[in-house]
């Protein structure tokens, strides 16, 4: 099917019902400090690592490497490349996120198998040593990942899919192409009732409800060093409360500079069925903010996910800002 044939959502599907309740973007998205990706075309199963062409035992062993670490594994594959079930040679990247360690390396493996060879403690921990092993280069310029992953959840695969080609078409057109695509789509990144969903990196922020022309503006901002605030879910480096925190912080400074903010810790001070917590955000020139984040239950039913049965998930929301410092 091409992609101008793609259905469009059905009005109960769970990204048609989030978006018309207002569902808060906010501390929504992936908590990962930092990120490993392996390009693998063709098919995606639903645990996409074990269920693709990629050798389901090397999928489980790099997940089992992972365990235990804020190191998110995801697969990736070219926007024209859904076919190609056996390259010859498979990009990968790796990235730290967190504002004081951001990075980005990047290389190709002909055996898949090389990967293991990354220090997994060392990339949780933002450390580049952990992909000394591998060849590898250190890149500047940042990526957009587009999840596409349909047999997750149907949106994905109609809103998300359309979104990965038009906005890796309009870039690929915008330019001199360097030795790999900046759009790629992506496995699973949380949330898919905010189709579709996206994940810049290195900075590690992620995006809901885009569409083509947001989505373009989302990859322009972050080649200038600078985040998107509209549709923005949160930093993955941070719990969910911080994320909401750091986002309330820059909305209320006009802030977008990706470096210019730290959460430097997060206590929550009261527990289910409404929680909450304090977060302190500080500035990168000394000033600090302290954040009240609270968190209820959404007062109507919705599918967390298509096919899902109805659920209330947790909505978080800043309710003060105040400078300490």
Known sequence: MRDDQLPAPQPHACSVLSRELGE??????AVARAWLLVEQPGPWGRAAV???RLDPELGAELEGRTAGTQVRLALIRRVED???????????FAASTHPKRTWLATGVVEYPTDLLKIDFAALDAGNRRAVAELEHEFVDAPLLGVCTNG??????ATVGRQVA????????ASGPGGLYPSVWEITHL????????????PSGYSYGRLDTAAAGRVLAEARGGRMALDGCRGRSTWPRAGQVAELAVREALGETAEAALDVVSVNQTAGDPEP???????????RAYEVSVTGSSAAVPRPESCGKADGTPLELRADAVDKIR
């Open 165 to 172: 080609v038009s906005v890796e078409a309009l870039d690929a």
């Open 190 to 201: 949380g949330g898919h009732r905010f189709a579709p969903t996206a994940v810049v990196l």
């Open 50 to 52: 074990t269920e693709s």
């Open 151 to 156: 047999k997750r959840d149907a949106c994905c």
């Open 276 to 286: 909450a917590w304090t977060v302190v955000v500080e500035y990168e020139d000394g």
């Open 82 to 92: 859904h076919h190609d079930s056996a390259p010859r040679h498979r990009r990968w």
């Open 24 to 29: 808060p973007l906010a501390g929504t998205g």
